[in-house]
């Protein structure tokens, strides 16, 4: 790990910190896959490898305000959604 001043026990802790909260986010995505239904996770399989092709051919996607709106992501960093729930 490159630090920008000498080593402190204060910068590992808030650094050990930092990776365990992105370790945590990756973990919540991964069980939400791991929950889906058995004819669910292929339609998920299919949408990353569609996502995963088009960065490659195309670059990251940056969606325009009107697709950002439409999908509710102008909210998503203050708001949490509710998961849809089943009848």
């Not at 930092?18 to 990756?26: F, G, K, P, S």
Request: aromatic letters at 2%; proline letters at 9%.
């Amino acid at each position: 790990m490159r630090r920008p001043t000498p080593h402190r026990a204060l910068a590992d802790a808030l650094a050990s910190l930092e990776v365990a909260r992105r370790l945590r986010d990756r973990s919540l995505l991964g069980r939400r896959v791991v929950g889906l239904v058995a004819d669910e996770r292929p339609i998920v399989e299919a949408l990353l490898d569609r996502i995963e092709g088009g960065r490659a051919d195309y670059g990251p996607w940056a969606p325009s305000s009107s697709t950002k709106a439409l999908l509710g992501l102008s909210r998503a960093a203050t708001t949490p959604r509710e998961p849809h729930r089943r009848p």
